[in-house]
């Protein structure tokens, strides 16, 4: 008896033991890159302009534009360079817009869409096949069309700019 519970110890330390190496030896990255870092060490953002064929919002482009470099600065190991690095970002706004979604039955617009798109270029110097070239990304919301525009268009420009920048980063480095 005292044999068998000896042998169960034995038993269990070597399975917690196994289990703990093996565990050991995988890695996973949480956010999401997945970078040879080996042969990919720099990146070039360009400055993406506002050239929108609707409004323009003054704040808009410097605010996508720091947004675009804090996503690779802060979840990647890549170094900013100003041209030719190994991965290539440039690009424009192309498009900010507000349109009516919704009418009441007084003919008045009820809802209202804020959209922003922006097109972008990619070369990746060491893997030419992951390249693109005027690729769209958009996103929108949607607000009360009571509220004017100027009271919810700071709010609303952080949320689109964020869904793009996550939807560029997601294309470029993460390839999901």
């Known amino acids: 008896?005292?044999?068998n519970k000896q042998l169960?110890?034995?038993i269990g330390t070597m399975l917690m033991l196994t289990v703990m190496l093996s565990a050991c030896s995988i890695s996973y990255q949480f956010n999401g890159s997945s970078i040879d870092y080996t042969k990919v060490k720099t990146l070039a953002i360009e400055t993406f302009p506002n050239r929108s064929v609707g409004f323009v919002w003054g704040p808009m482009e410097s605010m996508f534009?720091?947004?675009l470099q804090d996503i690779y600065t802060q979840q990647t190991r890549l170094q900013m360079v100003k041209r030719g690095?190994?991965?290539q970002l440039s690009g424009e706004i192309t498009n900010y817009d507000?349109?009516?979604k919704g009418v009441g039955a007084d003919g008045y617009s009820t809802m209202a869409e804020l959209r922003m798109t922006v097109r972008v270029n990619f070369t990746n110097a060491s893997n030419p096949a992951e390249n693109f070239e005027a690729?769209?990304?958009s996103a929108s919301r949607e607000y009360?069309?009571?509220q004017q525009l100027a009271?919810?268009?700071d709010e609303l420009v952080n949320q689109m700019i964020k869904d793009i920048v996550d939807q560029i980063f997601n294309a470029t480095v993460a390839n999901w």
């Open 144 to 146: 009360d069309a009571t």
């Open 1 to 3: 008896m005292a044999w």
């Open 85 to 87: 690095g190994d991965l």
């Open 65 to 67: 534009n720091t947004a």
């Open 98 to 100: 507000a349109y009516n």
């Open 8 to 10: 169960m110890k034995r």
């Open 135 to 137: 690729k769209q990304f």
């Open 151 to 153: 009271s919810v268009q």
